[in-house]
């Protein structure tokens, strides 16, 4: 099937992400900080990377959206985070624009369902749909 | 009243106008929340300042006739389409909208087409009231709940290009074409409002233009426009008829010759634009719209524009073979869909499979045309309105929430959104739980179909009986998921609290409206629904249902304390219980050894009736079956009279 990356810092949601992701035959790797996903991607590209937006205690999961997005524009990117309850009004405002904001294909406020994630993952690779 | 009238057509396409070039959401939102009110008020008074009700015919001001103007638009529109299409490279559409134009220009052209009354191009009774209040009440609540679910949609979606402006545009526009259908009674006015509402759908299905949006806006494009086709024809053979081309005189009482092949043609419209088989799969394809627009356009209003024009048909088919075939092309679809939507895991493709069954019901109350089953469909129209109105808003909420249409991830919804579950079960319960005006239309019907002559009713009864019943399986099932309960995290549940007010307020005040409406059924049938069915036919209805309110109050009492007692208890903490089998595990996930070394997984889900019935395949028999009849319905219109 698919090799698909997860980024993410909670051990709780990447042993989830990973059984789940596995369980309908993908191979998974997991990193937690945005230098590991970056050499990662950089190796051996996946065929889509789940990550969290708060990464390295901040925001640098959208950093490194906006950096893979731009050095890999055929990459699907899934958002899955919880940054909605850092952020400011200011800030949600900015990000209610008619598309654009983020360059993901979906960004997604936890919790998310692993049957979801999957539903997701497996309508954003390439082939499908 | 008639400068209210010409208010809710005209201001709405103002508005519409406006939006069009409003890229701002911090200036459009107040806009779109100024004009919605603006709108509401306007059809509450519209409907104040009606009278006794006695219908009311009138015209524009300065008895102008609008002739050209609407062969101007109707030019435009079809440009529209061929540009578009050719555009997509798709070719039927503009074949079609061509022909019918053709149709018009070939009427004015050779001075066929009669000139309108100038005192009667509109026509306003209880039917266009209740119309108008479905419209101008719901259909702006639904647009002011865009609001908050188009930024949440776009926020989730970052990479769909999205153009809000002509999102909300459309549903302006759209509202003036609706208004102006439910008030017409000159038939190539009608037509015009009818493509609007058509074009209307098409662009909002087609909002993310990927191929495959695209392909289901083209679906929905052809099929209505066939249904126009039909209308235009229509149009051609009453030109040349006495006060052919005036709806209500047209629809006075039963017709035969010429004018009853108008009649089948013209119903085979209100079949194509209500999505019964064998056009019921572009509503299924409209459900890839964003859900306002499946709430609006594909549940609340324009769907129903279809019956609406069948009810107005209604006394022309009375005890005709046209109307009865009718009759049967709604219970047909009617069962098959709700076999269909029995399978079904997409909470969307449900709703719209069960909007497609209520509408069926309507037809097939439309097509006998006794005054009896004009009251059901009325009725049926109203709670319909409300209660799939607000499901379809639910459904986008927790969309946007769980990121999820599919029933199974429906479960412990209770527990994860209790506000969300209690709006969800005032809509679930209004569609199939007495004492809501569903079930009561229902058992109306079954008592009038009692009454058809001929023996004809009996398998009417019996379709109606077993369709039923299997409505009341889909949702029971539904109903289960969203009142399971599991124990959430504090931060699971505060996702709840990220729902915009925009859709707090419209949610909450359908669900006010779904119940508000049935403790007043009572009076809707005294004061509107019986006065408009007595006079639609000359025939005074024998057993028109007579409610008794101190009944209702029980029921809706038994029925609002369970969600409740439900919104109490799941705020409780419980310790979870692995699940238990009596077999031996044979790994460490849900596989359990089965007799004769066999296996089995271990699923908890609902019941789909996997391998007992296979929805596509019933789709396909509804289809055709219902096709047959239909044709026979125009060939029988056209050929026999």
């Given amino acids: 099937m698919a090799h698909i990356l997860l980024v993410d810092d909670d051990p709780v949601v990447v042993a989830n992400n990973t059984a789940a992701l596995k369980a309908i035959g993908h191979t998974v790797a997991a990193v937690s900080t945005t230098a590991e996903a970056s050499a990662a991607v950089h190796l051996a590209l996946p065929d889509a990377v789940v990550m969290e937006g708060m990464l390295d205690g901040a925001f640098a999961g959208f950093d490194l959206a906006r950096s893979l997005a731009h050095d890999f524009p055929a990459l699907p990117l899934i958002m899955l985070t919880r940054a909605d309850e850092h952020l400011t009004p200011r800030e949600l405002a900015e990000q209610d624009r008619d598309g654009g904001w983020l360059p993901v294909r979906r960004y997604l406020e936890k919790p998310v369902s692993t049957d979801v994630l999957v539903y997701e993952v497996d309508h954003l690779l390439p082939g499908a749909h | ?59 524009l001001p300065g008895g102008i006739v609008p002739g050209q103007a609407l062969l101007a638009v109707e030019i435009a529109m079809t440009a529209f389409i061929v540009v578009i299409s050719l555009v997509n490279r798709r070719i039927l559409a503009p ?13 004015e052209l050779t001075g066929r087409m009669p000139e309108a009354d100038a005192g009667r191009l509109f026509w306003f009774d209880r039917l266009s009231m209740v119309m108008v209040l479905i419209i101008g009440l719901i259909g702006t609540l639904i647009c002011v709940n865009a609001i908050g679910y188009m930024r949440d949609y776009h926020r989730s979606n970052p990479m769909i290009k999205g153009r ?33 509402t058509t074009l209307c759908s098409f662009l909002l299905i087609g909002y993310t233009r990927t191929e495959e949006t695209l392909g289901y806006a083209f679906k929905a494009l052809n099929m209505n426009l066939l249904g126009g086709l039909g209308f235009g024809l229509a149009i051609a053979l009453l030109s040349n008829q006495p006060n052919g081309l005036d709806l209500a005189k ?15 043609l013209l119903a085979f419209a209100g079949i194509t634009k209500s999505a019964q088989m064998p056009f019921s799969s572009w509503l299924i394809g409209a459900m890839y719209a964003p859900s306002p627009t499946s709430a609006l356009l594909h549940s609340s209003t324009m769907v129903k524009a279809g019956v609406f024009l069948l009810l107005r048909l209604s006394p022309a088919m009375s005890g005709s073979a046209v109307g009865y075939m009718v009759t049967f092309v709604g219970l047909v679809t009617f069962l098959f869909v709700s076999l269909v939507a029995a399978t079904e895991q997409n909470t969307k493709k449900v709703l719209a499979y069960s909007t497609i069954g209520s ?39 927790i969309e946007n929430r769980l990121y999820t249409k599919d029933m199974e991830n429906f479960d412990t ?3 994860r959104l209790p506000r969300v579950s209690v709006l969800a079960l005032a809509g679930i319960a209004g569609m199939f739980i007495a004492p809501f005006g569903i079930v009561v239309a229902k058992w109306a019907a079954i008592r009038a179909f009692l009454l058809v002559p001929g023996g004809q009713g009996a398998a009417m009864i019996v379709i109606m009986a077993f369709g039923s019943s299997l409505t009341l399986f889909y949702w029971g099932k539904l109903l289960i998921k969203v009142l399971s309960m599991r124990s959430v995290s504090a931060y699971e549940r505060s996702i709840e609290g990220r729902i915009s007010r925009y859709e707090w307020l419209t949610e909450g005040a359908l669900a006010v409206g779904v119940l508000a409406v049935t403790a007043s059924i009572g009076i809707i049938s005294d004061r509107v629904v019986g006065p408009y069915a007595l006079s639609a036919f000359s025939a005074g209805p024998q057993t028109l249902l007579n409610i008794e309110p101190a009944m209702l109050a029980v029921m809706l009492a038994a029925v609002l304390f369970l969600p409740l007692l439900a919104l109490r208890v799941s705020s409780r903490s419980y310790d979870e219980a692995d699940f238990y089998t009596s077999g031996r595990g044979s790994n460490a996930g849900h596989v359990m050894g089965a007799a004769l070394g066999g296996s089995r997984s271990v699923t908890l889900r609902n ?33 026999v009279r």
């Fill in chain 2, 1 to 59: 009243m008639t400068s209210l009238i010409a208010f809710l057509i005209a201001f709405p396409l103002v508005v519409g106008a406006i939006l069009l070039v409003i890229t701002r959401a911090s200036i459009r939102n107040p806009i779109v929340l100024v004009s919605a009110a603006a709108i509401g008020v306007a059809s509450i008074a519209t409907v104040v300042t009606f009278g006794n009700g006695d219908a009311v015919f009138f015209g």
């Fill in chain 2, 95 to 107: 074949i079609m909208a061509v022909a019918q134009l053709g149709i018009a220009l070939f009427l």
């Fill in chain 2, 164 to 196: 809000r402006n002509v999102f909300f545009s459309l549903l302006f526009v759209f509202l003036a074409g609706m208004f102006g259908l439910v008030v017409s009674n000159n038939l190539p006015m009608m037509l015009v409002f009818w493509e609007i």
């Fill in chain 2, 250 to 264: 047209l629809t006075a009482g039963p017709v035969s010759g010429t004018l009853l092949a108008a009649v089948a």
């Fill in chain 2, 359 to 397: 509408l069926g019901l309507i037809v097939g109350c439309a097509g006998i045309g006794t005054p009896e089953l004009a009251w059901v469909g009325v009725m049926i129209i109203i709670f319909h309105a409300l209660a799939k109105g607000l499901l379809f808003l639910v459904v986008g909420t």
């Fill in chain 2, 413 to 415: 919804l209770i527990s």
């Fill in chain 2, 607 to 639: 019941y789909y009736l996997d391998g007992v019935i296979n929805g596509a395949l019933m789709f396909r028999v509804g289809t055709v079956a219902s096709g047959a009849i239909l044709v026979a319905m125009v060939a029988t219109g056209l050929v």
